[in-house]
Structure formats: structure tokens, C-alpha cells
């Protein structure tokens, strides 16, 4: 088949559908259902996740996203085809005044301090993210709270239905991968609760991701760039930038953070091309200049960047609705904030693009730089002798942020008086990532046990539908665990000093720590290495008693003795979001509710 024939189905197919949803008039202009929204009896919540559940083709989409890397606008065209079957147009989307960030470390937090910011103006927000932690609501939010699940049955039904009445046989007319349908489920929400904003964050890439279909936002954020996803996006920062700098648009003001010199050109020369106004975010310390210091609601020094960036789109959208903002003032002078050692280390910087507005934050941007919460991102939940630090790092630059923040917090931790304290680490990586370099990372936090496990809260998911995923077998999760292991024991060895008598934290003794070994398991699912770990001394952790020979290896017996005896115990989990969020749904059932 011809190029000119593979396209033109579809574009026929979409000039029939807007035709039929012209009809409905001011309904669609209004981003309301066009169709009448069939009632659905005894449907729950469980079962519109289930039925989304069948629509996980995540990894054949990613296969056809590589094989159509040279060709964004397919993607784009496909995604308008979905959009118009699902009864909107493009054009519908533009009255939601639409914030879009991308990035590749910080920009689902950056989203959370842009929403909470405009929130605390008294804005009805809505906010859509990925993935989830536990429950598949939380990627759709109304102001700052996942929606609830009478709310998604009822917005998910209409919107399955009429897609499912839509398609044929044909690849070209099917139902939309899994997260197409929740981009369009969370457009249709938005539009119908009557946002005043939404905060969109991008899925994978920028010039590829469905999310991108949005053609006019108020205002455009890049977070922090590194490298991930580089089967689809590319093998160096520079070309992963050229991907991310695809969410510009023509005279839509947009903003990024500090970045390396390269990526920074690439965005600058993506941003010329099409006439969008790119400016570079001050350090914080600028707009904290003759005022009090600012107050995060997440923890470590990397969320001072996502702060900066939020704070000038939270501003921009501001200005553009004419509220009343800071003004700008002059930049302060070399030597006096970050901006001055901008100037005297890297002084071609500035020549690249504009520097941003330097301004004293208002009232209601420091309470809601304060106020924000973002589960499983440096979050710390303190139970009796256990401190849980989850952190959703899995990237090389947001691990080496992880491990930094980890290790303050272990120096700022209040010692017990008397007893051993224990590291663990629970860890998995997933996908195309180098697990073996995330892991090297993590080596000098020197862990007495290093857990490996996959992101499975139980060995079966019957039952738990926000938790399934169809893209892998038991099998497969286990085997890349063992893996992992394998990696942890290989760096062990490279590491290796002398045995230690006792496994007690080496961060009681009293000159810096001599490499040692550090002992390692594999658990089948998040719940039985959870088990393990708390060993009863969890005060809400009190699953079913564990499996007949669960801690048969002689290394999960000896460390159990050692766990129960512990003054104290230290647990970070990190190398995936989805394994934060299968340690949240045990850790915090109300997040289950």
C-alpha cells in the first residue's frame, strides 16, 4: 500500500466523524458529550478499570512509535482521528487554558507546584499525570485530588462506548492504546467539570506523545533533561532536547531550567524555528533575594529547580488571565544570587536565550510551594523503628538527586540511643533502562540488604485491577529481578572489603565505612519482600501470615533475626514509580479507598 493510500483512510474516516459531530453544534464547541451517554446499571468502578485494562497494548504502541520516529505528525493525525471519534475536535481544546510541561527529571513535580500554586488563587484546577501510584484515578485530577470513582465510571463509560461503536476491523479505525484513551478521558473530564486550567505533563518524548495534539497552551515548561527512553527518543541528550522541545508552538511563551550546553542550543534553535519565546528560569535563589527563604512541600535540593520553573508558569499563565503579579526587577548583580554565578561561570548562557523574570514571589505562590504533595517522590513515611524513603528515581540523573537526598536525610536523622540501625534498599527497574548503572549509583549508601522483587503487590493481581499489567509474565518480572541481583552482587565484588562480624549500619561507626558485602534477596512480589523488611514492626503493614518457607534462605533467616533486634531500620525504595506505588497501596490503605 502506497503512503498516499495508508494515510488517506484516516482522513477520510476523520472528515466523516467531524462531519457527524458538527451536527451536534454547540454541544461539541462546549466540550460536551455529543452522543448520549448510555447508562450502564451495576457497572463499577473495578469494572471500567478492568475494561481499560484490555486496552494495554503499551508496548506494541512504543514498537509503532519507534518504527515512526521520523514522522511525529502520523501520531498527531492518528490521535485527532481518536479525539473526533470521541465526539471533540482539536479547536475544543484550546478553552481549557492548558499548561504543558515535559522533561526528563522534575516534570511531574514541577506540574504539582504549578497546580497548587494556581490552586491557592482559588482556580478550579485540573491536572492530568503519569502513571499512577496506586489507582489509575490519580492521573486524573480536580483540584489536586485524583477524581473519584464514581466520577471516572461515569465519564468512562460514554467515552469507551462511543469509540468501541466507531471502530472496524481495520488498524487504522481501533480503539486507542491505554494511555490515548486517558489523555482523551481526562480532556472530556476537564471540559465538562468546567476547569478554570489544566496541568498537562507529557507521557513519553514531547513531539511524539499523544498529549501534544494540544495546539494551543497558555504556556509551555521543560524540566531537567538526561537521558531515558532512548529506543524512542534517541541516544544522546541532544537529540532526546530536539524531542522534548517538540511541545513548543508558535508565540506561546515557554520555559526551561539550567541544562547542559548542548541540549540548552537544541532547545533554543527548536524554539527559534517556529517564533516561540523560550526564556531560561533564574535559580530560586534569585526570586529568594530580599525576601524569606521559599518552603517546599517536597523534599531535596533537586525540587528547588522544579519550584523555579513552576513559579514562572504559574506566573505567566497569571499575566496572560490578568491577575494582578509580581513585577519584574532588575537582575541582581554578579556575585549577589545564582544569577551572578551564571554570568561569571558559564557567560555564554545568557547569549543563548533570555533570562526569565526575576520577581518576589507572592503570598499565594509561597503557600502553595509549601502546600505541595506529591506521593512517591522524596516522600518519607516515619512507622515506629522502620523510616520508609520512596523515591520514584529511574533515571541516571534523578537517582544521583535520590541518593543525595537520601543520605542527607540520613544525616539529619535523630540516632537511637542505643541498638544496631539497618539500611535496606527495594529495588526494580523496568523497561529499557540500565538497571546495572542505576544500581552503581546506590553503592554508596552502603546497604546491609539490598531487596529485589517485581512491581507486583501480590503473586496474583485477581482482584486488583489498578495493579495489572498484561505486558509481562511472572516469569519475565522474576528472571529480570535475578538480574538486577546478579548486577548488585557484581558491584559487591568490585567493592568488596573486609567481612564485617555484623551487619549494623555503617553509618554508626565512627570513620568513613570500609567497602563491605551487603546481603541480597529476591521476592516474588512487593508484599512477601515488605513482609521480610518490617518483619511485624510495621504498625499498619499487617498483611496474612507469610507462605511456609518464605524465609527459608539462610540469608532471609539470619537477616529477620537481625531486623527484629534493629533500634532502628531504614528502607529506601526507589528505581521505579510503579514499585513506590505497590509499596503505597500496602503502606497506606486509605490510598486504596
Not at 506494541?60 to 471519534?85: F, S
Not at 525576601?291 to 523534599?299: A, K, Q, S, Y
Not at 544570587?337 to 499565594?364: D, N, Y
Not at 537526598?405 to 542505643?418: G, K, T, V
Amino acid at each position: 500500500m502506497s503512503q498516499a493510500r495508508r494515510h488517506l483512510r484516516p482522513a477520510l474516516f476523520l472528515a466523516a466523524v467531524s462531519a457527524r459531530v458538527a451536527t451536534t453544534g454547540v454541544a461539541a464547541r462546549r466540550g460536551l458529550s455529543a452522543w448520549p451517554a448510555p447508562q450502564e446499571p451495576g457497572m463499577e468502578y473495578q469494572d471500567a478499570v478492568r475494561a481499560l485494562n484490555t486496552l494495554q497494548t503499551n508496548a506494541g504502541y512504543l514498537e509503532q512509535v519507534k518504527r515512526q520516529r521520523g514522522d511525529p505528525q502520523a501520531q498527531l493525525e492518528a490521535m485527532k482521528l481518536y479525539l473526533a471519534r470521541s465526539g471533540l475536535q482539536v479547536e475544543d481544546l484550546d478553552q481549557l487554558n492548558i499548561i504543558h510541561v515535559t522533561g526528563t527529571k522534575g516534570k511531574g513535580s514541577t506540574c504539582a507546584f504549578t497546580e497548587r500554586i494556581l490552586r491557592s488563587y482559588g482556580l478550579k484546577t485540573g491536572f492530568f499525570s503519569s502513571p499512577h501510584l496506586v489507582q489509575v484515578r490519580e492521573r486524573i485530577r480536580i483540584n489536586g485530588q485524583p477524581i473519584s470513582p464514581e466520577l471516572f465510571t461515569k465519564h468512562f463509560w460514554p467515552l469507551y462506548h462511543r469509540l468501541e461503536e466507531t471502530k472496524d476491523s481495520s488498524s487504522y479505525v481501533s480503539m486507542p492504546a491505554y494511555f490515548r484513551f486517558l489523555t482523551l478521558m481526562a480532556f472530556h473530564v476537564f471540559l465538562q467539570e468546567k476547569v478554570d486550567l489544566a496541568v498537562v505533563e507529557v507521557g513519553i518524548g514531547g513531539a511524539y506523545d499523544c498529549t501534544n495534539i494540544i495546539r494551543k497552551p497558555a504556556v509551555c515548561g521543560i524540566s531537567s533533561l538526561g537521558i531515558d527512553h532512548t529506543s524512542i527518543l534517541g541516544d544522546t541528550v541532544e537529540e532526546i532536547a530536539w524531542q522534548k522541545g517538540g511541545i513548543f508552538k508558535r508565540g506561546v511563551p515557554a520555559f526551561t531550567v539550567l541544562q547542559p550546553d548542548g541540549p540548552l542550543a537544541v532547545l533554543r534553535d527548536r524554539a527559534q524555528q517556529i517564533s516561540c519565546p523560550l526564556y531560561l528560569c533564574p535559580p530560586l535563589e534569585a526570586l529568594e533575594e530580599g525576601g524569606p527563604p521559599l518552603t517546599l512541600g517536597l523534599e531535596g535540593e533537586h525540587q528547588r529547580s522544579n519550584a523555579a520553573l513552576a513559579l514562572q508558569l504559574a506566573r505567566c499563565w497569571l499575566q496572560q488571565k490578568d491577575y494582578r503579579v509580581p513585577r519584574s526587577r532588575p537582575s541582581p548583580l554578579p556575585g549577589s544570587s545564582g544569577i551572578g554565578e551564571l554570568k561569571v561561570s558559564r557567560p555564554s548562557l545568557l547569549r543563548q536565550m533570555p533570562l526569565a523574570p526575576v520577581f518576589q514571589p507572592t503570598t499565594h505562590m509561597r503557600h502553595g510551594l509549601r502546600d505541595t504533595e506529591w506521593l512517591g517522590r522524596t516522600q518519607v513515611l516515619r512507622r515506629g523503628p522502620l523510616t520508609w524513603y520512596l523515591d520514584g528515581a529511574h533515571t541516571a540523573s534523578s537517582m544521583q538527586a535520590c541518593v543525595r537526598w537520601f543520605r542527607q536525610a540520613l544525616h539529619r536523622r535523630q540516632r537511637p540511643s542505643r541498638g544496631s540501625e539497618v539500611l535496606v534498599l527495594l529495588f526494580n527497574s523496568t523497561g529499557d533502562r540500565d538497571p546495572a548503572a542505576l544500581l552503581k549509583l546506590l553503592q554508596p549508601c552502603q546497604f546491609d540488604y539490598a531487596v529485589f522483587c517485581p512491581n507486583l503487590t501480590e503473586v496474583s493481581t485477581v482482584g486488583n485491577a489498578d495493579q495489572q499489567n498484561f505486558m509481562v509474565t511472572l516469569d519475565q518480572v522474576l528472571l529480570r529481578c535475578l538480574a538486577h541481583q546478579q548486577h548488585w552482587s557484581r558491584l559487591d565484588e568490585e567493592q568488596a572489603g573486609p567481612e564485617p562480624g555484623e551487619p549494623t549500619s555503617s553509618l554508626l561507626a565512627p570513620h568513613p565505612p570500609e567497602p563491605r558485602s551487603t546481603s541480597s534477596l529476591v521476592f516474588s512480589c512487593i508484599s512477601h519482600a515488605l513482609l521480610w523488611i518490617s518483619q511485624g514492626r510495621d504498625p499498619v503493614f499487617h498483611p496474612p501470615s507469610p507462605p511456609q518457607g518464605l524465609f527459608a534462605h539462610p540469608v532471609a533467616g539470619s537477616g529477620a533475626g537481625v531486623l527484629r533486634e534493629a533500634a532502628a531500620i531504614h528502607v529506601l525504595v526507589t528505581g521505579s514509580l510503579h514499585l513506590v506505588g505497590g509499596v503505597l497501596k500496602l503502606l497506606e490503605p486509605a490510598l486504596s479507598q
